[in-house]
T-cell receptor, first 118, second 114 residues
Framework: AQTVTQSQPEMSVQEAETVTLSCTYDTSESDYYLFWYKQPPSRQMILVIRQEAYKQQNATENRFSVNFQKAAKSFSLKISDSQLGDAAMYFCAYRSAGGGGGADGLTFGKGTHLIIQP | EAQVTQNPRYLITVTGKKLTVTCSQNMNHEYMSWYRQDPGLGLRQIYYSMNVEVTDKGDVPEGYKVSRKEKRNFPLILESPSPNQTSLYFC?????????????FGPGTRLLVL
């Protein structure tokens, strides 16, 4: 079974600075997808960014970018020019691209609580 | 507006009293899923459905039932709730055509079982 580990329960950054959230995963598969979700105080789950494992190029969405290291099984999220609205829980998630039995959804890490200092 | 809706949003109940949390999506998605979120554990999948009349267990299915009689609806049933089912529950859906497709989450249902 796949596991996703977020080793930072909480991170703090000054507004306008850059912060990197860490995520590692364990899998024996070669084809899969990785996601970062944001959960603000409203509890809504919002997709931030997505990465296909077969793509070497790191995904980027405006101020959000990832550093995907497939060999190291690492998938970190970088937030540039942090804003107060970025304060939230951030979850890293894995989804297998293969078929077969077993659960067929997202495997989540335990989350990182990001605090933005004004 | 494309969305996943859940009802109720908040629910307090007592041990053993059957309850149903409804989930509905208006995006014609084939794939639907239920997750529970507990402090320090992230989200864990309870059940999922690839299409109408097709459901399967996720990582934590014990104590839950689901049904998929219509494409848009995927209710979560707790036949005899217990306090360890106190949690935040999310329904999610996606097209199901490829696994890279984004899963759209509902707003969540906060359940307290006394």
């Amino acid at each position: 079974a796949q596991t996703v580990t977020q080793s930072q329960p909480e991170m703090s950054v000054q507004e306008a600075e850059t912060v990197t959230l860490s995520c590692t995963y364990d899998t024996s598969e070669s084809d899969y997808y990785l996601f970062w979700y944001k959960q603000p105080p409203s509890r809504q789950m919002i997709l931030v960014i997505r990465q296909e494992a077969y793509k070497q190029q790191n995904a980027t969405e405006n101020r959000f970018s990832v550093n995907f290291q497939k060999a190291a099984k690492s998938f970190s999220l970088k937030i540039s020019d942090s804003q107060l609205g970025d304060a939230a829980m951030y979850f890293c998630a894995y989804r297998s691209a293969g078929g077969g039995g077993g659960a067929d959804g997202l495997t989540f890490g335990k989350g990182t609580h990001l605090i933005i200092q004004p | 507006e494309a969305q996943v809706t859940q009802n109720p949003r908040y629910l307090i109940t007592v041990t053993g009293k059957k309850l149903t949390v409804t989930c509905s999506q208006n995006m014609n998605h084939e794939y639907m899923s239920w997750y529970r979120q507990d402090p320090g554990l992230g989200l864990r999948q309870i059940y999922y459905s690839m299409n109408v009349e097709v459901t399967d267990k996720g990582d934590v299915p014990e104590g839950y039932k689901v049904s998929r009689k219509e494409k848009r609806n995927f209710p979560l049933i707790l036949e005899s709730p217990s306090p360890n089912q106190t949690s935040l529950y999310f329904c999610a859906s996606s097209t199901g055509t490829t696994k890279q497709e984004t899963q759209y989450f509902g707003p969540g249902t906060r359940l307290l079982v006394l």
